[in-house]
Nanobody, 126 residues
Framework: QVQLVESGGGLVKAGDSLRLSCATS????????MAWFRQSPGKEREFVGG????????YYADSVKGRFTISRDNAKNTLILQMDSLKPEDTAVYYC???????????????????WGQGTQVTVFS
């Protein structure tokens, strides 16, 4: 019984910043792996960034490294995606995902996650 709810999406100009939040409830804990994915129409869901279980280190897709930052607030059971220097190619629906027992090598694979939020739209114009 895990629920994830994303928020914070919107319409922004290229170069601007946006902060997405993923609120968790149910039986999730700080030991769960959590990640952000994104998907555009006609494209497959792709990994954005995530944190493996309680290890703390964050991992990012090459396309967003240096621009996006993930942070985890265990006390509030939230996952944050801070997006800076946004580009039009960042336009997508962004999803929060969580899993209790996936292995490190599966961090970037959408099908390995048991729990997903409903998604929040991010649109970047130039």
């Amino acid at each position: 019984q895990v629920q994830l709810v994303e928020s914070g999406g919107g319409l922004v100009k290229a170069g601007d910043s946006l902060r997405l939040s993923c609120a968790t409830s149910g039986r999730t804990s700080s030991s769960y792996t959590m990640a952000w994915f994104r998907q555009s129409p006609g494209k497959e869901r792709e990994f954005v960034g995530g944190v493996f279980r309680s290890y703390g280190r964050t991992y990012y897709a090459d396309s967003v490294k240096g621009r996006f930052t993930i942070s985890r607030d265990n006390a509030k059971n939230t996952l944050i995606l801070q997006m800076d220097s946004l580009k039009p190619e960042d336009t997508a629906v962004y999803y929060c995902a969580a899993d209790e027992r996936l292995i490190m090598s599966s961090l970037r694979i959408p099908s390995q996650y048991d729990y997903w939020g409903q998604g929040t739209q991010v649109t970047v114009f130039s």
